[in-house]
Structures are given as structure tokens and as C-alpha cells.
């Protein structure tokens, strides 16, 4: 079970502004950076954001992620058909001393 | 290009063994910390182990602790786990994931995966 809550879906029609929250606790988001990946369907996921806003090269800038406190967020603006994906964020977790990831939210494009 | 590709993965009967590997090219396998994260059919990503760049250092997840053994062999450039008392519940997807240089808990390269399914 995971300890990072993500909405189970989000959807918005081509070119307008998606918002995907990630809520977990002190010993996971509350101390340690917060990394998004997005997984296209059938394919490998792929690193998307990483320590909370950075993209890796490649990564459209229509891709943000911020975080505060115990919560991170992960804002898709421009919205096109190809960003239908699940997306993922993931911390450490120094209670247990493990890696989790989030429950996954599956955008659609209207 | 940096490439991970997953083998090993089948059908296994519960309680059965399975050793997944993952062959590295395109960097210098021996720099870097890697991860391997599996995925149940329809299901999210779950991380399962990590080794850091020289095998020293290991973690497993409560799920997997004292059935799985995460290992490298440098030399070969690959990773390997192998998978005892395999449980229904261990049917996945299995990938292996890179750690960026400069934190190991960012994955930024991952391979296709292997599919490992547990089943009479």
C-alpha cells in the first residue's frame, strides 16, 4: 500500500492547464525531494521531474513540479493528446528506509 | 545511448526460483547506483531494491526482504536478481532503473522490463 496519495485520474481538454497532487507525511515528501515520472502506455516509465522542479533535458517546459510541505504537485500546461499517460511521484522514505512511489493518476485528454 | 535490457523473466510455480538479470551499455555501469521497481499487471510502480555503485550498500523493500537477493557484477556490466519462494503476489513487470550521478534515487534511465509470472 502505498504512502503517497495521488487522485486516481485527471483530465482536460488539448491546450488547457492539468494539476496532479502528490500528499504524504514528514518522513517521506516532508524531507526528501519528490521525483515524477510519466509511463505512456505499454512503454517503460521516464523520468519527468526530479528534486521537485527540475526537468531533465528533453522534458517539454509545459511540465512543472513544486512542492510544500508535505505535498507536491505536478501542473501539465498546453495540454496535448500525446501527454495520456499515468504519472507517478516517488521520495525516500526514511520510515521504513524504502522508495515509494505514488498511487498513480491516469490523465486523459478530452 | 545508454541502454538497460531485462531477460529471465517466465512462468515460475509458487515457492519456485527465478534470476532476473539486466545488461548495461552506453555508460560506465561500474559509476552508478541502480534499482530494480516492478510493476503488477494493471497496477502502479512498486520499488523492490537498490545497489550502490560498487555493491556495498543494498536495500529491499518489506515485501521482498529475505526472499530476494539484489547483486552486480561490475566487470560484466550487469545486475541480477534472484528470486526465491516466489508468490502469486510477485507477478509483475520487472525494470530496471539507473540512479542519476548525482542522487541515486532518481531513476533516469529504465529498461523495457521482463515480465515474471507466478502461477500453478
Known amino acids: 500500500q502505498s504512502v503517497l496519495t495521488q487522485p486516481p485520474s485527471a483530465s482536460g481538454t488539448p491546450g488547457q492547464r492539468v494539476t496532479i497532487s502528490c500528499s504524504g507525511s514528514?518522513?517521506?515528501?516532508?524531507?526528501?525531494?519528490v521525483n515524477w515520472y510519466q509511463q505512456l502506455p505499454g512503454t517503460a516509465p521516464k523520468l519527468l521531474v526530479y528534486?521537485?522542479?527540475q526537468r531533465p533535458s528533453g522534458v517539454p517546459d509545459r511540465f512543472s513540479g513544486s512542492e510544500s510541505g508535505t505535498s507536491a504537485s505536478l501542473a501539465i500546461s498546453g495540454l496535448q493528446s500525446e501527454d495520456e499517460a499515468d504519472y507517478y511521484c516517488?521520495?525516500?522514505?526514511?520510515?521504513?528506509?524504502?522508495?515509494?512511489f505514488g498511487t498513480g493518476t491516469r490523465v486523459t485528454v478530452l | 545511448e545508454v541502454q538497460l535490457v531485462e531477460s529471465g523473466g517466465g512462468l515460475v510455480q509458487p515457492g519456485g526460483s527465478l534470476r532476473l538479470s539486466c545488461a548495461a551499455s552506453?555508460?560506465?555501469?561500474?559509476?552508478?547506483?541502480i534499482n530494480w521497481v516492478r510493476q503488477a499487471p494493471g497496477k502502479g510502480l512498486e520499488w523492490v531494491s537498490y545497489?550502490?555503485?560498487?555493491?556495498?550498500?543494498?536495500y529491499y523493500a518489506d515485501s521482498v526482504k529475505g526472499r530476494f537477493t539484489i547483486s552486480r557484477d561490475n566487470a560484466k556490466n550487469s545486475l541480477y536478481l534472484q528470486m526465491n519462494s516466489l508468490r502469486a503476489e510477485d507477478t509483475a513487470v520487472y525494470y530496471c532503473?539507473?540512479?542519476?550521478?548525482?542522487?541515486?534515487?532518481?531513476?533516469?534511465?529504465w529498461g523495457q522490463g521482463t515480465l515474471v509470472t507466478v502461477s500453478s
Open positions: 514528514s518522513s517521506n515528501i516532508g524531507s526528501n525531494s
Open positions: 532503473a539507473r540512479g542519476h550521478l548525482s542522487n541515486g534515487w532518481t531513476f533516469d534511465y
Open positions: 552506453g555508460f560506465t555501469f561500474s559509476s552508478y547506483e
Open positions: 516517488a521520495a525516500w522514505d526514511d520510515s521504513p528506509n524504502a522508495y515509494v
Open positions: 528534486s521537485n522542479n
Open positions: 545497489i550502490s555503485s560498487r555493491g556495498r550498500t543494498i
